[in-house]
């Protein structure tokens, strides 16, 4: 074949960069691989494929109460209508549902060969059949109520769900386990009972915590029961969506009649597939790394597994057994990892997490279920008024029909005659003769009278939040009493055991967060100490546009409260921050966090543990907004902060929360605007207020101004200002005089000479101080380096910027009494004019 040149010339060629396409195609495999296979969603607790799978039995009648049907009939349905992939997938993913050491609930009632424990495959589709099982009835309840959305599939011929109704939390019942491209999920299966009492008690007490939700659930239920070993492993992944719990066979040391003894294994770990465990225990023998067994039979039966492990006469049973958990499948560890989809986005999830995302899916099923039916009740109601005045007046209509040439202009005659619209003359000219008797017009009546009721009762449930929650309690109890049964796998307490929290050693760590919301935790000393001027080491790896903007120390078992600029506020204890590199950039906030896609983290506070803890605690949350509004609230009210979020305070629709620090109510406090002005007040000049008060001005600020900086003021400290081109002073605090709120302030600094002001803070002779540049630079400086001049004089030049960087923030920290060589000081910058001004008192 010859090369023709005018075909390739009249074909439209892109050139495109290899690596950004390959980057690019890699990104839209990744995230179809993430939202569309491996992932399920936290609502149903399905996967696409089982999604699919149950809607098209649902669409094709196979309910409890119909015969079986062959499972190539579902497969061949699924595959043409809504999953364009192989056979293979839907017929493995319709035999998992459909197996009882699989599921701990069954949402496929399968006949036939469905594989087994033993790892047996199963038959092929044309040989089984299947059916929808009892439980699955409740994932689709109320589908054709436009309770959930609808999308086209795959060839735009057919509508398919997005989500299921679900009546029961599905993702905690039967768990989850998935493999995606650089994530994986792997969510325990839980008993039905323990799980819908934890949601009522969330629906009864939405701030409850994790110990309330562990009083309810004591730990996942596995289809194969088992014996899960202490309870550490369980909190923490409850408490943080990880965790590792080991879990071990039952097994029992049973005398045989001939004196010898033989361990027999009634039940497995989940996943552990018996044929392959009889075979390891057999090599173990062979290759005598267990010595005392003399055989290895599998009586296992339809009453139940029955592995028994025969041992010789000499051996001592519990070191057997012992060996046999330290060197074979009887014992395994689990690992959780709680990922899901929340609005198409995985999301690392909490217990009380997973809870809450499911009980505000079924509030909207509810509301839309309730909404469908309140306009049908009032179509119908509608048509039942027509019928009613019809009959009413029904020699006339009888006039008027046999008075109209055809049907169309009867309608329009009647339409006119009574002020009927379209649809209740249709039905009046559609009536029978039967209708017009009395009996007739009387259950018309009692129709339109419980109509009536129901139309009330609809638009009471939509109006009344309480009513909603009282009827989602209500349906969810009722799916216990059905479906709920005893707890399958036993938890046993280890005595002397370890919780996660003592496990992580406590120390003081450096908590970073960059302006696009990563954050991590290191240790205080990574960072060493330089002289003024230096330029500084590189503190993480960043994007292009992003800037470390806030940075702290606290211990790893304190509390950390992260504010947002919405006015939320959450609360983590330090060692749930990941820790990162020196050049890592962190996990990004949004992880870790529900936080809006309009919103960012904009504070962050340390709580020492047992100020958290305490309810009678004298200290207050004072906030400070970038327009000058201050709020003090107990802290006490922030104790049910719980990973979620909860308001701190109200905000004007321009205005954001910026600045937070724990008071004592004895406090002074002293802001910094950009533009050079500052004031001091007493903390009780503001009075405390509720936790979702808006708040009252602290500063009267000029008209583009905003604030950039505030602090408790503390004599043993003194105040440093820091401009964005990179000068710095400390002044003594009796340098800002003591004012009332809410005036304009005194001069700061003369930002139309020096620059405008980057930051605020107290700090004492002995801190470090940590300045952040916008392109990500870091610096750590003694605080005794920076010269002590009055306000508001320019200072020395602390940190070099640059061209177009700026500084951005700062952190003081403790001296870490280590030192490392750096760039020499300018001698131009050691006595710049200004330094030595009088304090300016205007």
Not at 263 to 276: C, G, M, Q
Not at 645 to 666: C, F, K, N, Y
Not at 766 to 792: H, K, M, T
Request: charged letters at 30%; aromatic letters at 6%; hydrophobic letters at 40%.
């Amino acid at each position: 074949m010859g090369f023709d040149e005018e075909a390739l010339a009249a074909q439209k060629i892109v050139e495109v960069e290899i690596a950004r396409e390959m980057r690019k195609s890699f990104l839209d495999y990744s995230m179809s691989v993430i939202t569309a296979r491996a992932l399920p969603d936290v609502r149903d607790g399905l996967k696409p494929v089982h999604r699919r799978i149950l809607f098209t039995m649902h669409r094709n009648g196979l309910d409890p109460q119909k015969p079986y049907r062959k499972c190539a009939d579902t497969v061949g349905a699924v595959l043409g209508s809504y999953h364009p992939h192989g056979d293979a997938s839907v017929y493995d993913a319709m035999v998992r549902l459909a197996q009882d050491f699989s599921m701990r609930y069954m949402l496929v009632d399968g006949h036939g060969n469905f594989g087994s424990v033993d790892g047996d495959p199963p038959a092929a589709y044309r040989y089984t059949e299947s059916r929808m099982s009892r439980l699955s009835v409740e994932m689709l309840t109320n589908i054709e109520k436009d309770t959930v959305d609808f999308v086209p599939n795959y060839d735009d011929r057919l509508k398919e769900p997005t989500v299921l109704p679900s009546r029961f939390p599905n993702l905690l019942v039967n768990g989850s386990t998935g493999i995606a491209v650089g994530m994986a999920t792997n969510i325990p299966p839980h008993n039905m009972t323990e799980v819908i009492n934890a949601v009522c008690c969330v629906i009864d007490n939405p701030d409850a915590m994790l110990e309330d939700l562990m009083e309810h659930i004591h730990g996942p239920d596995f289809p194969t029961a088992g014996i899960i070993m202490g309870r550490s492993g369980i909190r923490a992944a409850y408490g943080t969506g990880r965790g590792k719990m080991t879990v071990r066979a039952r097994a029992e040391i049973r005398e045989q009649k001939d004196g010898r003894y033989a361990i027999h294994v009634s039940e497995l770990p989940y996943t552990v597939n018996k044929a392959r465990l009889q075979e390891a225990i057999d090599q173990l023998v062979k290759d005598k790394r267990i010595e005392g067994v003399s055989a290895v039979n599998d009586y296992s039966s339809r009453e139940g597994m029955d592995l028994v492990v025969d041992l010789k006469r000499d051996a001592n049973p519990q070191v057997v057994l012992n060996q046999l958990y330290s060197y074979t499948q009887m014992q395994t560890t689990f690992g959780v990892i709680m990922i899901a989809l929340v609005k198409g986005e995985p999301k690392l999830l909490t217990l009380k997490q997973m809870i809450e995302h499911y009980i505000a899916f079924q509030i909207e099923i509810i509301t839309r279920r309730t909404q469908f039916d309140l306009k049908k009740a009032r179509e119908r109601a509608h048509i039942l008024e027509g019928l009613l005045v019809a009959l009413d007046h029904i020699d006339e209509v009888l006039k008027i029909l046999r008075a109209s040439s055809n049907v169309p202009e009867g309608k329009a005659n009647l339409m006119e005659r009574f002020g009927l619209d379209d649809v209740q003359a249709q039905a009046i000219v559609q009536m029978r003769f039967g209708q017009l008797t009395g009996l007739e017009r009387s259950k018309i009546e009692e129709e339109m009278a419980q109509l009536r009721a129901q139309i009330e009762g609809f638009e009471d449930l939509l109006t009344d939040p309480a009513k909603m929650m009282a009827q989602l309690k209500e349906e969810l109890v009722a799916i216990r009493e059905r479906f709920g049964d005893s707890r399958r796998t036993e938890i046993l307490d280890i005595s002397g055991e370890v919780d996660i929290e003592e496990l992580i050693p406590e120390e003081n760590c450096v908590f970073t967060m960059t302006s696009m919301g990563y954050v991590k935790r290191l240790p205080a000393d990574t960072y060493q100490q330089q002289h003024r001027g230096g330029r500084g080491v590189k503190g993480l790896t960043r994007r292009e546009e992003d800037y470390v903007s806030t940075m702290f120390t606290s211990s790893t078992h304190d509390y950390i409260m992260i504010f947002t600029s919405r006015g939320r506020v959450f609360r983590l204890l330090g060692y749930q921050i990941p820790e990162g590199s020196r050049n890592s950039k962190g996990m990004n906030i949004v992880n870790l966090l529900p936080i809006e896609s309009n919103e960012k983290v904009t504070a962050l506070i340390q709580v020492p543990r047992q100020l958290g803890e305490d309810p009678e605690a004298h200290s207050y949350v004072t906030m400070v907004t970038r327009q000058g509004i201050i709020k003090r609230t107990s802290l006490p009210e922030y104790r049910n902060a719980r990973k979620n979020g909860v308001i701190a305070i109200h905000l004007d629709e321009d205005d954001d929360l910026a600045w937070v620090r724990l008071t004592s109510g004895q406090d002074q406090v002293i802001l910094a605007t950009r533009d050079g002005m500052a004031i001091r007040f007493r903390e009780t000049d503001s009075r405390p207020l509720g936790r979702t008060a808006r708040g009252v001005k602290a500063i009267d600020l000029r008209e583009g101004d905003e604030v950039v900086g505030m602090d408790v003021v503390d004599a043993a400290k003194t105040i440093l200002t820091v401009s964005e081109t990179g000068f710095g002073r400390r002044s003594s605090p009796d340098n800002y005089r003591l004012q009332s709120r809410a005036g304009k302030g005194l001069t700061n600094y003369h930002t139309e000479r020096f620059g405008k002001i980057a930051a605020l803070a107290a700090i004492s002779e002995e801190d470090d101080v940590i300045l952040i540049a916008s392109n990500g630079v870091i610096i750590r400086i003694p605080a005794s380096q920076i010269r002590l001049v009055n306000r508001p004089s320019k200072g020395v030049r602390v940190m070099k910027t640059a061209e177009g960087e700026r500084v951005v923030t700062i952190a003081c920290v403790p001296a870490d009494g280590e030192e490392t060589d750096a760039l020499p000081d300018d001698p131009n910058e050691q006595a710049d004019a200004g330094d030595d001004l009088p304090v300016d008192d205007e």
